[in-house]
């Protein structure tokens, strides 16, 4: 789908993801900072790419969220639209839920790569795919055949379901 697009149009979603990414960095030191006259008083007239800080946030109304997090970095938000680009990057341009929900939460989930501030919609998120997984692990145990031991269910699902999360359709046959 991608090779498809004339060469204005992937130029102009370059351009787009690129502003969007910039626009999320610059912005990260003030972050959650909702007291126009604070953000004049830190920023002055450039606020943008300031290195995130606890002292911003003493005075006026806001959240302190980035901690550990350096001039240039992304939110959450700017890393999450990069797991759904290289989802859509994977799939020739084409939106592939179960990939993209297996980037989302190995991206966001326990060990990923994200180091952060993980919102309530993230949060959320990730544990919605926990209980899918427990649901499914739940289910696979109730139909499977009675002649099996309790520790055969529990070693079937512990070695067959993580292929779940990396494959589906033809190659999870």
Same mark, same amino acid.
């Given at each position: 789908? /991608?090779?498809?697009?004339?060469?204005?149009?992937?130029?102009?979603?370059?351009?787009?993801?690129?502003?969007?990414? /910039?626009?999320?960095?610059?912005?990260? &030191?003030?972050?959650?900072?909702?007291?126009?006259?604070?953000?004049?008083? /830190?920023?002055?007239?450039?606020?943008? %790419?300031?290195?995130? @800080?606890?002292?911003?946030?003493?005075? !006026?109304?806001?959240? %302190?969220?980035?901690?550990?997090?350096?001039? &240039?970095?992304?939110?959450?938000?700017?890393?999450?639209? !990069?797991?759904?680009?290289?989802?859509?990057?994977?799939?020739?341009?084409?939106?592939?839920?179960?990939?993209?929900?297996?980037?989302?939460?190995? %991206?966001?989930?326990?060990?990923?790569?994200?180091? &952060?501030?993980?919102?309530?919609?993230?949060?959320?998120?990730?544990?919605?795919?926990?209980?899918?997984?427990?649901?499914?692990?739940?289910?696979?145990?109730?139909?499977?055949?009675?002649?099996?031991?309790? @520790?055969? @269910?529990?070693?079937? /699902?512990?070695?067959?379901?993580?292929?779940?999360?990396?494959?589906? !359709?033809?190659?999870?046959?």
């Amino acid at each position: 789908m /991608v090779s498809k697009l004339p060469n204005e149009r992937k130029a102009a979603i370059t351009a787009a993801l690129a502003g969007g990414w /910039v626009a999320d960095a610059a912005s990260l &030191g003030l972050h959650w900072l909702y007291n126009p006259e604070r953000i004049a008083e /830190v920023g002055g007239e450039a606020p943008e %790419f300031l290195p995130p @800080k606890a002292d911003y946030y003493t005075k !006026g109304f806001g959240y %302190f969220a980035h901690e550990g997090k350096d001039i &240039g970095d992304v939110s959450h938000y700017g890393a999450a639209t !990069g797991v759904l680009t290289d989802s859509l990057l994977a799939n020739n341009g084409n939106l592939d839920i179960r990939d993209y929900q297996r980037r989302f939460r190995s %991206f966001f989930g326990p060990g990923g790569q994200w180091r &952060g501030f993980i919102d309530n919609p993230t949060r959320i998120t990730l544990e919605n795919f926990n209980a899918i997984e427990r649901r499914a692990v739940e289910q696979a145990q109730a139909t499977m055949p009675a002649g099996l031991t309790e @520790k055969q @269910k529990r070693i079937l /699902v512990q070695k067959v379901m993580p292929y779940t999360r990396r494959l589906s !359709g033809d190659q999870l046959a």
